[in-house]
């Protein structure tokens, strides 16, 4: 029996701007920092407002991020007074969602993402910011920047699928 499971592509960009968002190298992703700047902006909301968002109160305090991650956000991040640090969290705590929860949940969750983010999915910046946190870093070894050529994924793809 197969595992239903989501195929719509901004829940896959969810997930994977929330494990980015949590990702160890997070501080050295600067396309995902303009990207979170730029969605604060689109939200026009106070740090204190979007701790207040029924959105954003629904997916902190959803039974999936009871065991530590709710109260993680409350500790290390409840008070702070940065729009990207609160939507770094959010995407984190939205994640865990995305990836346990019920399939009906999932959907709810997905139909409930502010229309103001889920225009950087439309427009295809959230794609691009998570593409950029993939490619390989600039080696000193290397005068192109690149190993084995161009090393962007669509590149990779054209190597490895050859015509008949």
């Given at each position: 029996m197969a595992i239903p499971m989501l195929s719509y592509p901004l829940h896959r960009e969810l997930v994977v701007l929330g494990e980015r968002c949590m990702d160890e190298d997070f501080d050295s992703y600067e396309d995902l920092h303009s990207l979170l700047e730029a969605m604060a902006s689109a939200l026009a909301l106070t740090p204190d407002g979007l701790l207040k968002a029924d959105w954003f109160i629904q997916v902190r305090d959803h039974r999936y991020n009871s065991l530590g991650s709710k109260a993680k956000f409350e500790?290390?991040?409840?008070?702070?007074?940065?729009?990207?640090v609160g939507l770094?969290?959010?995407?984190?705590?939205?994640?865990?969602?995305?990836?346990?929860?019920?399939?009906?949940?999932?959907?709810?969750?997905?139909?409930?993402?502010?229309?103001?983010?889920?225009?950087?999915?439309?427009?295809?910046?959230?794609?691009?910011?998570?593409?950029?946190?993939?490619?390989?870093?600039?080696?000193?070894?290397?005068?192109?920047?690149?190993?084995?050529?161009?090393?962007?994924?669509?590149?990779?793809?054209?190597?490895?699928?050859?015509?008949?």
């Open positions: 500790q290390d991040c409840g008070a702070q007074p940065d729009m990207k770094r969290w959010f995407h984190v705590l939205l994640c865990n969602i995305l990836r346990h929860a019920p399939i009906r949940e999932q959907e709810e969750f997905l139909r409930a993402y502010p229309s103001e983010l889920a225009a950087f999915h439309s427009s295809g910046r959230i794609s691009a910011a998570l593409t950029k946190t993939y490619e390989p870093r600039r080696s000193c070894g290397s005068s192109s920047g690149t190993q084995h050529g161009s090393s962007s994924p669509k590149a990779l793809i054209g190597r490895l699928v050859t015509p008949l």
